[in-house]
């Protein structure tokens, strides 16, 4: 076998990792391959015990592991081994002098700290499983790979090291720079999540850092000649979107996750079935019902026009009855908890449409659940230069912090669709409005630039069903018009913030049309 500048020879290895799968395979076929193996503790007593000769580090540095097992590399007899420049005679030069043998593998990966912290363990545990010898390896190999290995990742034992050194004796310079940067990603990764940790107690970190690991490179973005990525945080286990598995369709785009997030978003908020159809992350329609399909066609019966092409999440387990119904209507995504094997074959026969499962679900603002994770940390949106971080939305309705201001007051169930429609106007886009009649959006106002017209548009949209309905908006009348044209299409009802320095006006105008007016406290303003 010849080797090659571009295939620097792999004649020792350093192995010392606390993920051992694949271990005693990869040493096996590194003795074959006549490379000799320096390993420590636990990693070393498993590859003798698969019968492969191997070096204690301790043999190497002249100094046993101590601390229970605190210091076992950080010595200059491996690390100088590692860090040497292959390409200036007098490094090696030095290596001579002081007995020190070259290391030019390094086969590494770190104590499970994010393991550790989900398990719920004691500060004290979390503590110990801070690597520090591992990352001065890994980052000292990476540093070096002009003339070193580094391998962090179990899944390129075979796939990429052996591979290479049994066709060439060492691996070429693209493959040692990937395998660099996949080391940097792994430590840079570990290290976010230990200062985290340290701030798990300050809403807004002096320095926030979360990693994210790229999930798929999309098609285009917004518009095709956009460029454009999918990434989830790596800090934690996938969850919500992130923790979708796609059953059938064409790749998601770009518009197509941040229209299936707006609506997955939506259905979490509500504990009866519910349906809400999306488009361009406003809802087109949404509705509760005692079962999924009743549901699914209230909801479409929201907008039937506006549902053309739109996003379908639900909050139960879609039957095939629900899947007929969808199957109906063009739908670019159906999203949801779970599918009957018949609802999936229904939903298969449309050759575009992509079905997602929520594996880990979304937060759940109202269901009393133990099994669903807490509220995401922080909202997170880009600006140029820089990040906007908030808290998420994701509060309950304070229904016992609301106020009637108006003279007239509301039954059970006229204040059960105020909260409704008080809850989805949290997810349209300001200036929002939403009309609701009977546990059903029947019309909605979105991201309009005054709010009387986005009354105008939403009651426009209800046509004749605005009669005998309610209507939430997502912040303060500032002037009595917006109520006036609500009345003048027959709502009832009306919740809102108050806090405008003519709410008496506003008050007023519900008194003359003698509407119910609720005042929240709290404003859902959606950028």
Known sequence: MTTSPQHPPV????????????????????????????????????????????????????????????????????????????????????????????????????????????????????????????????????????????????????????????????????????????????????????AAWFQRDEPFPVQYGPVFERVQVLRYGENPHQRAAYYADSSQDRWGLASAVQHHGKELSYNNLLDTDAAWAIVNEFPRPCVAIIKHTNPAGVALADDLPTAYQRALEGDPVSAFGGIVAANRRVDAATAELIAAVFTEVVVAPGYDGDALDVLGTKANLRVLEIVRPAVAVVRDDPELPGAPPAAVRSIAGGLLVQDADVAPPARHEWRTVSSATADDATMSDLSFA????????????????????????????????????????????????????????????????AAAAGVVAIIQPGGSVRDDEVVAAADEHGLVMVLTGRRHFRH
Request: glycine residues 8%; contains cysteine; hydrophobic residues 45%.
């Open 11 to 194: 004649r020792r290895a350093l192995i010392s990792v606390h993920d051992k799968r694949g271990v005693a395979e990869l040493a096996a076929g590194l003795a074959e391959l006549g490379i000799a193996i320096v390993s420590t503790g636990s990693t070393a007593r498993l590859i003798a015990a698969a019968g492969v000769a191997v070096t204690e580090a301790a043999a190497v540095t002249g100094f046993p592991e101590c601390l229970d097992g605190r210091v076992k590399t950080l010595h200059p007899r491996l690390h100088a081994g590692i860090l040497a420049d292959r390409s200036k005679p007098e490094h090696l030069a030095q290596l001579d002098q002081l007995g020190i043998d070259p290391v030019d593998l390094v086969v590494v990966n770190l104590y499970p700290f994010r393991e550790t912290v989900a398990a719920g363990a004691a500060d004290a545990a979390v503590a110990e499983m801070i690597d520090i010898g591992g990352p001065t390896l890994v980052r000292g190999a990476a540093k070096n790979h002009a003339g070193v290995t580094v391998v962090v990742d179990p899944d390129d034992y075979d796939t990429v090291l052996l591979s290479q050194l049994r066709h060439h004796g060492g691996l070429d310079a693209t493959t040692r720079h990937q395998l660099a940067a996949k080391a940097f990603r792994h430590t840079a990764a570990y290290d976010a999540a230990i």
């Open 422 to 485: 008080w809850t989805v106007a949290k997810h349209v886009k300001s200036n929002a409005i939403v009309v609701v009649r009977d546990q059903q959006v029947v019309g909605i106002g979105a991201g309009q630039m005054s709010r009387v017209d986005a009354v105008r548009l939403a009651v426009d949209k209800s046509r004749d069903r605005s009669a005998g309905a309610v209507l939430a908006s997502d912040a303060f009348f500032p002037f009595r018009d917006g109520p006036d044209a």
